[in-house]
């Protein structure tokens, strides 16, 4: 009796716990897609912040942002179904029926779990709050403040055990201040009140207001992902044919080099000569004058150009000459209407989807400074990042470039000093030129020495195969040979020995997998004696 009793109870008290405990309930429309925005009020930046998502106001002005990962919008059409949409959300939270009714200090090491939290009056975090799932990522933590609310200098918001930051929701009934760097987690919503965020502030979620200003100074804000938000895939990436065989490329225009370039794929020019670059250091075939492989080439870059130009943009970044500054972006296309100048480094975030796409479209020239960085994170990945410049590229000394270069009649000079492009560089018309540049990843579709079956060396003693290799190749003597034993050794384009093996068996497999991408050099000597050379490749 008291079993069933206790079952009874316990199954009227889950029937009683707001739906939110368990799973999302919070709607908040378009405004979602908002990192800032305010009904009424403006909404304005100083320093410099990241910002991904769109940014705006329904009454008023978005003031000295820098380039937004998305879109902003002021008094318009978006701006008001988003001023619709937040006052639901808000009036959602407002009505949800408390679950708990902490103490208005949170924080100082204290570990929650989902609910709904009400604090009466002014409320304040300090230091570290956990909030815990207990394993369920549609738990939903929401705190309603019925006063301002104030975090202190570096307070922290933890999410452990499946909770997630798009599943956390602050209503605040006054203004929200943020002491600096501050971690902050979840949607905030202030009502008829300010939200001011202070230099280093973090924010994972979003900061709305019906009716106050926003005001963000050197801070980073993005909003959540997860909650049924769309998986980011970006565009179709264009069809690079015959042209993903080469690392640089001219269809009008010389093709040129000066000092040590390490090259993976072929080099050449359909209109011009190609000049300066060692083979022994380019793991494919460099095109000294026009041929039936550069004619197909330069076709194929025009249709690459001409469906990488009508492609529809996603988001205008306003500010060229800003470009860069530690700014992320996600898997969409940008647009820069007009010349950009790229100083420091570039975040491409693919927030966990490998075979995400990335187009940026330069309606002018693209200069970088020294030491710029196009940086990949959270599985993006060089190969399907993409850009198209009008006008010439000048990528400056010890950059890291990544992405396939579409230059239409500009020239691509110069690819400078100690500059390492993970990619492709190609250009419609002009000339291109490297100085001492090492390129890392258009695939080896022809190998000077390396015939159809991978087979390096034929006629010598020794068969390698495959080559180009992946973990592993294999070494075969000829079945006519007198050498018994010989020392195989590799070395890197540096000089430096990267393997030193005895070949007695036959075949010998060699595992090479530690190996990075790139070229590689090597001898086999038997006794005092040079058998053989020559020049493998790790794709």
Request: net charge neutral; glycine share 10%; hydrophobic share 40%.
């Amino acid at each position: 009796m008291k079993t069933n009793l206790l079952t009874t109870l316990t199954a009227v008290l889950l029937l009683l716990i707001p739906n939110a405990i368990f799973g999302q309930s919070i709607n908040l429309g378009t405004a979602a897609n908002f990192a800032l925005f305010s009904t009424n009020g403006a909404v304005s930046n100083t320093g410099i912040s990241q910002v991904t998502g769109n940014v705006g106001t329904n009454n008023g002005s978005s003031t000295a942002f820098g380039n937004v990962n998305g879109v902003m919008h002021d008094n318009d059409g978006s701006s008001a179904q988003c001023a619709a949409d937040l006052l639901l959300a808000y009036n959602n939270l407002n009505s949800a029926i408390p679950t708990f009714f902490p103490a208005p200090l949170l924080g100082n090491g204290t570990t929650l779990v989902p609910g709904i939290y009400s604090i009466t009056g002014a409320a304040t975090l300090n230091l570290g709050l956990t909030l815990d799932a207990n394993n369920n990522p549609n738990a939903e933590f929401i705190f309603q403040i019925s006063g301002s609310f104030s975090t202190g200098a570096e307070s922290k918001i933890h999410l452990i055990r499946g909770a997630k930051a798009c599943n956390v929701y602050w209503k605040v009934e006054g203004l929200v201040s943020m002491a600096p760097g501050t971690s902050m987690k979840g949607t905030v919503i202030a009502n008829n009140a300010a939200i001011i965020m202070a230099t280093r502030d973090t924010l994972e979620g979003r900061a709305l207001s019906t009716a106050g200003a926003v005001t963000i100074n050197g801070v980073l804000v993005y909003t959540p992902v997860g909650c049924g938000s769309p998986t980011l895939a970006g565009p179709t990436a264009p069809d690079l044919a015959t042209l993903k065989c080469y690392t640089l490329f001219s269809s009008t225009g010389s093709v040129t080099n000066t000092g040590i370039s390490t090259l993976m794929g072929d080099v050449g020019t359909n209109a011009g000569s190609t000049t300066g670059f060692d083979q022994l250091l380019v793991g494919g075939a460099i095109h000294p004058i026009p041929d039936l492989s550069t004619a197909q080439a330069a076709a194929d870059l025009l249709n690459i150009y001409n469906y990488l130009n009508v492609l529809p943009y996603d988001i205008e970044l306003l500010y060229r000459a800003q470009f860069g500054r530690n700014l992320v972006l996600t898997p969409h296309t940008y647009i820069m209407k007009g010349a950009a100048t790229f100083t420091d480094s570039l975040y491409l975030n693919a927030q966990g989807n490998a075979d995400a796409v990335f187009v940026i479209k330069v309606n002018g020239a693209l200069a970088t400074s020294t030491y710029s960085k196009v940086l990949l994170i959270n599985g993006a990945q060089a190969k399907n990042v993409y850009w198209k410049v009008e006008g010439a590229v000048s990528i400056n000394n010890y950059s890291v470039f990544c992405g396939t270069i579409v230059s239409n009649n500009g020239a691509l000079g110069a690819i400078n000093t100690g500059v390492t492009l993970n990619g492709r560089a190609f250009t419609t018309a002009g000339a291109l030129t490297s100085a001492s540049i090492t390129s890392t990843m258009a695939a080896v579709c022809s190998t000077t020495g390396i015939n159809s079956t991978g087979i390096e060396n034929p006629v010598g003693e020794l068969a390698i195969a495959p080559n180009p290799f992946g973990a592993f190749t294999t070494i075969r003597l000829k079945a006519d040979s007198e050498i018994k034993n010989c020392e195989f050794k590799m070395y890197n384009t540096l000089g430096k020995m990267v393997l030193n093996t005895i070949i007695h068996n036959q075949p010998t497999t060699l595992d090479l997998s530690r190996l990075q991408s790139g070229i590689y050099f090597y001898t086999a000597v038997s006794g005092s004696k040079v058998i053989q050379s020559g020049k493998l490749i790790s794709q």
